[in-house]
């Protein structure tokens, strides 16, 4: 009887396990089609462009020290910094598809930084073969129920044509808009 009993309770910890699974399967389903979602809101026209490359890999560049962070609690405070050291999206392929050009930060580096025989610097290759403009994107952190997004992103396009801004974005009439700036830079 005592076998039977702890068979029974092995069973129901297999099943309380597999229902956890399938709860973060669907957390995560949501969240990338979310993470689509916003990105066709925001930049589905400039990546659809011929000279556009998004570079694969999400770039961490969220530092909200340099921010007016009183919009937020401290439980999402908590929860947005928890987010920047562990991101969802670990490549922009995965999420969006081919419906862009991505380019992984290795072989962007190796273009970028190699001489080719004093006929190319790096960017004049790039321009001639690559494209025009590399953007570079965060992992999005959503916040109160996919209401607000908080997203990094940077275009590059030479050697002093670069900028990059943080935002808080707000979902409009079911599309993210600008809501606030959180910081920015450019060169």
């Known amino acids: 009887m005592?076998?039977?009993y702890f068979v029974a309770i092995l069973c129901l910890g297999f099943k309380v396990k597999r229902a956890e699974v399938s709860i973060n399967v669907n957390k995560d389903s949501l969240y990338n089609q979310q993470v689509k979602i916003f990105i066709n809101d925001i930049y589905a026209e400039k990546l659809k462009s011929k000279g556009s490359v998004l570079i694969e890999e999400p770039?961490?560049?969220?530092?909200?020290?340099?921010?007016?962070?009183s919009f937020f609690t401290?439980?999402?405070l908590s929860s947005i910094k928890k987010q920047v050291e562990?991101?969802?999206v670990e490549s922009w392929r995965n999420i969006i598809g081919t419906n862009m050009k991505c380019i992984d930060k290795d072989s962007l580096n190796r273009?970028?930084?190699k001489k080719y025989l004093?006929?190319?610097?790096?960017?004049?290759?790039?321009?001639?073969y690559?494209?025009?403009?590399i953007y570079n994107f965060s992992s999005p952190i959503f916040i109160r129920n996919y209401q607000y997004c908080i997203f990094y992103s940077e275009i590059n396009c030479g050697f002093k044509c670069a900028s990059g801004e943080l935002y808080l974005y707000r979902k409009e009439n079911e599309k993210g808009k600008k809501f606030r700036l959180l910081y920015s830079w450019i060169s």
């Open 2 to 4: 005592l076998r039977i």
């Open 59 to 69: 770039q961490s560049r969220y530092d909200l020290k340099y921010s007016d962070t």
């Open 74 to 76: 401290k439980e999402e």
């Open 86 to 88: 562990n991101p969802k």
């Open 111 to 113: 273009i970028l930084n």
């Open 118 to 128: 004093r006929l190319y610097n790096g960017w004049d290759y790039f321009y001639k």
């Open 130 to 133: 690559v494209g025009n403009d």
